[in-house]
């Protein structure tokens, strides 16, 4: 399982179902602003993971350390 370092606009869901039976687990959510152009943006920046299946609650506990 590899972790990986995601970003979008919009705050993100922890468990997604993405389709053909892949799942999404994300945690450690931040929230980033940045300015550019003298224009502020906020974007979150997240660990997530991909599973083969739809994970357990004892999965997300061990994934996510919570």
């Known amino acids: 399982m590899e972790t990986r370092i ?3 606009d919009e705050y993100p869901m922890s ?3 993405i389709g053909l039976g ?3 687990v994300r945690w450690n959510v931040r929230e980033i602003e940045e300015e550019t152009e ?3 943006k906020t974007h979150y920046e997240y660990n997530e ?3 083969d299946h739809e ?3 004892k999965e997300v506990q061990q994934i ?3």
């Open 22 to 24: 892949k799942w999404h």
């Open 15 to 17: 468990i997604e179902n």
């Open 55 to 57: 994970p357990t609650a």
């Open 49 to 51: 993971v991909t599973l």
């Open 64 to 66: 996510t350390g919570k």
């Open 38 to 40: 003298g224009e502020i």
């Open 6 to 8: 995601e970003m979008r």
